[in-house]
Each structure stands twice: as C-alpha cells, then as structure tokens.
C-alpha cells in the first residue's frame, strides 16, 4: 500500500471517528439539558471524547504519510458522513435543505484548502506565539459571552460557540504546526508554552463544542465547527506562515467564491434549524362548557342571559292574563 493511499484512508477514518463524536455530543446534550459544558459524571460523554481524540490522532498520522492539500479537504467529509450516521443509529433522517447545505459547506471548503499552497515549514516566534495566544483568548471569551447572551435564541447560540470551538482547534492545529516545525529533539521552555497551550484550546474547544449542541441540534454546530476550524488555521497560515493561494490572482477569486459558498451554506443549515425550531401557534382551547358542542354558547352568556330572562311560573308567561 502506497503512503498516499494510506493518508486516504487515514483521513476518511478520521472523519467518522469525529462524525461518531458528534452525534454522540448532540444526544448527551440532548439527554442533559441543564449541564451547560461538560457532563464528566456522564460515561457516554466521554466515549465521544474519546471519538474525538481517535479522529485527532488519525488526522495527525494521515499528515505524516500525505501533503497537506489532501488531508485538509478530506477532513470536511466529517459533515458528510454526520447525517447518513446519524440517521442510522439514532434513526432522525435529515431534510433536504440540510443535505442542500452541508454539501454547499463540504464543497466550499474542500475547495478553498485546495487552493491553499504549503510554504516550507517555518515556526513562529515566541513574541508571535504570545499575541496569538492573547488574541484567541480575546476572542474565544467575546464569542462565549456573546452566546451566553443570546440563550433565548438557541440557533444563534450555537453557532456562535461553534465558531468559538472552531478557532480553538483551529488555533490549536497552528501551535502543533509551529512545534513541530521548530522541533530539533529537544524540549525547549518555548515548546512547553506552546504545549501548554495547545492542551487549553483542545480543551476549550471541545467543552464549547459540547455547549455549542445544546439546542442547536447537530447539523448547525458541526458545519460551523468544521468550517471554522481549517479557515482560522489558514488564515493564520497566509498572515503568519507565509502560505499563499495556488494560482496567483485567479486562486485568490477562486477561494473567495468557495468560501461564499462555504458561508451560503452555513446561514442554510442554520436557517433551516430556526424554521424546524420555531414554537407553532398556540390556541385557546373552547370553555369547558362549549366542548363538542359546535355553535354552543358559553357559559359566561347563558348566566347572563338568564339574569335578563323573565322567569315562568306555573306554566304561564309573567304578564299574561
């Protein structure tokens, strides 16, 4: 077996492992409606930790065996394999402006890592790897409070502490590029910063992922995640790394329209969440009184009409003869 094909496989292993985890995050969160991040009491809670770190690892070891143009692309296929999972093993089938959607995000994205070129591996300085730390933390508690207040919108929530997720990993995936770029067989005080915060944003990331399912449901949050997570690490890749877009000019237009595409179909798995979660029209239910009986009138009326009735007595009309 060739190391391409390896990488293939890799990657496509990866991704049902993180499509396994996120199913399995959406029904703890679903079956814990009240823990706000992480259910550590819940054993189900940590086999999708588990899920995610199989799929981590498979992704790191699909890196070591492909180019990085390939692996990244075929990472956006965790969204694909969500729905047909998720409908086999907890049996909710997705609509098709779901399906519409997620392939508008898969293929936006795949697209746009495509068009990302690989620079020769350089590391950030220590001064670098501080601001971007300040700033992903700036960042990550803004779009946490930012969910925190809008908790009477759940759709809106959960895409925002997706995002969160997102540049979490996102920024996490750049501090383990920069550590293994500048990795000479020692562990340096520079690397253990970096270490250290590679541990917190993996954290922080996976307990906004958990929060991010709360209400949302799955499709929304998952897309979100997953699109956000390569477009923050690669954003960082052309301002701090160096990376450009394949084909010059034309490249830079291409990877505008995939990431337009990539958004439409963001705002259309989250549009159809709002649609399939907004409350129907309550009715008042008839009075008691009137209750299968179509034209009756209700109580309330009939007491006041038989206040202003005359009454009858002994069988004749008051004022008769």
Known sequence: MSALVLSVLLSLVSAVAYAGGAIVQERVAVSCPGERCAPLRRPLWWAAVALNGLGGLLHVMALAYGPLSLVQPLGALTIVFTLPMAALFTGRRAGSAAWRGTLMATTGLAGLLTLVGAPDARSLS??????????????????????????RHPVVRSVLLATGSGTAFGISSVFTKTVTAGWRGGILAAELSSLAAIGVLATAGMLLSQASYRGGGLAAPLATLTVVNPVVAAAVGLTLFGETFRHGTLGTVLALGCGV????????????????TAPAPVEEPPPAGAAGRPGAVPPEREQAAARDEPPLVAGRSYGGP
């Open 126 to 151: 220590a001064a670098q790897r501080g601001l971007l730390a300040l700033v992903t933390g700036g960042v990550l508690v803004a779009l946490t409070v930012a969910g925190r207040a809008t908790h």
């Open 261 to 276: 595409v990539a958004a439409g179909g963001l705002i259309l798995l989250t549009t159809e969440r709002i649609g399939s």
